[in-house]
């Protein structure tokens, strides 16, 4: 690591802990794991520690977004369908009470047994569902509601009728209604949060991830499949390009990674939607009462910030 | 299986190969002709037998399009980093290096100022041959310094796209070039800005997903693919019959995500009547 690097890295652990997004109850229990975790990365983050996150991120228990609303949002009120087509179950929208205050949510979903996870598409969405979700952006917009996303996909569906119903354009416009929008917009990162699926919902002013979550460009089998020309490279691949939560920090790419209750998420899921809340709140509370044109143009600039170049 | 698919890939997925990697380059796939190089060159690399459109190279399409001696380019010290010490089969700063060689490009992309039949213009074109096209901080930096260039001198952009997609060996921060160079399209347009969007063979996956599709006018080279997942992994990944034209420009068009075709020989005066129409001359009448 180059000392440019290492400063970069140190001013972003600065900052994660100014934001204590670790809140609640068990703060310094938190905070106290929180610097392991740093420790843990300053020795560099093991091939092994990678793997099990992305194992975690697509555990069968682990909590999804439906998970959370029921527990962290009061009054819920789901929306249905993008007023063309279909109504994608991929994806959720809905509107609910947060801590005293109405917010719009957006949320990948997966399924839990077979027919559910049929009917949800493994939580693989199709243009529709991106522009059911553009729908619920521009109604958040309209009426100042705060906007919370929830990120949990493999990716955006690859089938034929998605092609043909615009899947690369709707993933496009869905981050440029993201870029206009003047209300917060919080993300998380609550399991796979897997290439242009994942960024079509998550252009926010704080995207957080979950300590076990990962965030990709590509699978790792699919990187696998494509640069070691055998997909069984999976692990390779995935030391090699880090979807993890420490290195998606390291880079620049989120802003505070929110813990899971010891095990991971799948172990509890009241505590990590606790944890969840938590952490919420706080990344809201910074930008919440920001006049639009200055959330706008903070959002944009933050990801004109992204990438290292020579 | 959801595991097994990708979705974003450096690729080519989709060229007939008959005699398996050993077809010559400047031999037509569609219909076998055989070209010299300059005999190619001189025909847009369109073959003038069967209509084929070649894969063409930024500097020669750069050539094409703008006027003699008006292109000026920007941002040409922006090269690649290796920010995560990537190595495969091979390290990443290798791959790089040769791409570099075999080019004589410093990055997939090449942007600057031009003027098109007298139009002021800004011009951003990518070249498949350099790592497939695919973006990783470099091009996106760069494909954004091409919207502020256009957005500071009022003038439209023209982007020129041929990408895998996104850039594997940078991981997630070339996932992040997909949101940045929106968000550069975004302040384009609120700035009054144009965006012309040209798609070539192919314009894929991340580059699809993002500012390529955002042109006020999208326009697409005959047969190109344009699709956010190659045919080979949608087949594998659901085992759908494809249909013939699976996510080529013929197809595009007929589902309304392009504004028109056009061969490569006929794209120059089209551009050119847009830019009369987007010109200010001709707003304020």
Known sequence: MTAEEQLRLRERLAKLKRLSLLGGTRLSSDLERLEQQLERMDAEVTDEEIWRSVELARHADRPYTLDYVERLLEDFVELHGDRGRADDQALVTGMGRFRGRTVMLIGHQKGRDLKERTQRNFGMAYPEGYRKAMRVMELAGRHGFPLFTLVDTPGAYPGVSAEQHGQGGAIARSQAVMARLGVPVVSCIIGEGGSGGAIAIAVADRVLMQENAIYSVISPEGCAAILWRDAGEARKAAAAFKPDALHSLELGVIDGIVPEPPGGAHADHDEAARLLGEALELALSEVEGTPPDVLRRERRAKFRRMGIYA | ?285
């Open chain 2, 1 to 285: 299986m959801a595991e097994s698919r990708i979705d974003v890939s450096i690729e080519r997925k989709d060229e007939p190969q008959p005699a398996e990697g050993k077809r010559h380059p400047n031999t037509c796939p569609s219909c076998g002709s055989h070209y010299r190089d300059e005999e190619l060159s001189s025909a847009l690399r369109v073959c003038r037998q069967c209509g084929h459109h070649f894969p063409m190279p930024a500097r020669e399409r750069i050539a094409h399009l703008a006027d003699p001696g008006t292109f000026e380019e920007e941002a040409a010290d922006v090269r690649s980093a290796d920010p995560l010490e990537f190595f495969d089969l091979r390290p990443y700063r290798e791959r790089l290096a040769e791409a570099e060689l075999q080019t004589g490009l410093g990055e997939a992309i090449v942007i600057g100022r031009a003027r098109l039949d007298r139009h002021p213009c800004e011009l951003s074109v990518m070249d498949f041959s350099f790592l497939g096209g695919s973006m990783g901080s470099a091009v996106g930096e760069k494909l954004v310094r091409a919207c502020e260039s256009a957005a500071e001198r009022r003038v439209p952009l023209i982007s020129v796209t041929a990408s895998g997609g996104a850039r594997m060996q940078e991981g997630i921060l070339s996932l992040m070039q997909l949101p940045k160079t929106v968000c550069a399209v975004e302040e384009l347009h609120e700035a009054g800005g144009v965006l012309i969007s040209v798609m070539a063979h192919p314009t894929t996956a991340g580059v699809l997903a993002s500012f390529a599709s955002l042109g006020d006018v999208i326009l697409a080279e005959p047969h190109a693919l344009l699709s956010f997942t190659g045919p080979r992994v949608v087949q594998q990944t659901t085992r759908e019959k494809l249909p013939d034209d699976f996510g080529l420009a013929e197809s595009n068009y007929r589902f309304g995500h392009v504004d028109a075709i056009l061969p490569r020989t006929e794209l120059r005066p089209y551009l050119s009547r847009l830019l009369r129409l987007f010109s200010r001359e001709h707003r304020d009448g």
